[in-house]
């Protein structure tokens, strides 16, 4: 059974930082392209970040490049996203997704994605 569960989010002031974390079960997890997304209250699940099956290749969403980082441990079945320097505009749901791909490039288009977590809640605000 397929099974992915984010953690990590909450409440964080603006310009501050948080760590996400994302862990996997149920399939080939080394096999597989994983992203995250986010979506805003009234507003399209969008793309933020992904990495290919071995890390080599990560795709960032012109919105959180720079100031973002994604990565995945194999061993563990995890991914993980750090994001400093928060805005208001970063406030939302945050996902984890999984598809199966040994191409060199990550898909920032959700409907590619065959797998999902229920997400968690990240809320930027004083």
């Known amino acids: 059974q397929v099974q992915i569960v984010e953690s990590g989010g909450g409440l964080v002031q603006p310009g501050g930082s948080l760590n996400l974390s994302c862990q996997a079960s149920?399939?080939?997890?080394?096999?597989?392209?994983m992203a995250w997304f986010r979506q805003a209250p009234g507003k399209e699940r969008e793309f933020v970040a992904g990495?290919?099956?071995?890390?080599?290749?990560?795709t960032y969403a012109a919105s959180v490049e720079g100031r973002s980082t994604i990565s995945r441990d194999n061993r563990r079945n995890m991914v993980f996203l750090q994001m400093n320097s928060l805005k208001p505009e970063d406030t939302g749901v945050y996902y984890c997704?999984?598809?199966?791909?040994?191409?060199?490039?990550?898909?920032?288009?959700?409907?590619?994605?065959?797998?999902w977590g229920q997400g968690t809640q990240v809320t930027v605000s004083s």
């Open positions: 997704a999984a598809y199966r791909s040994a191409r060199p490039d990550v898909s920032q288009v959700r409907s590619e994605y065959r797998a």
């Open positions: 149920g399939f080939s997890f080394g096999n597989f392209v």
């Open positions: 990495l290919t099956w071995n890390g080599g290749v990560t």
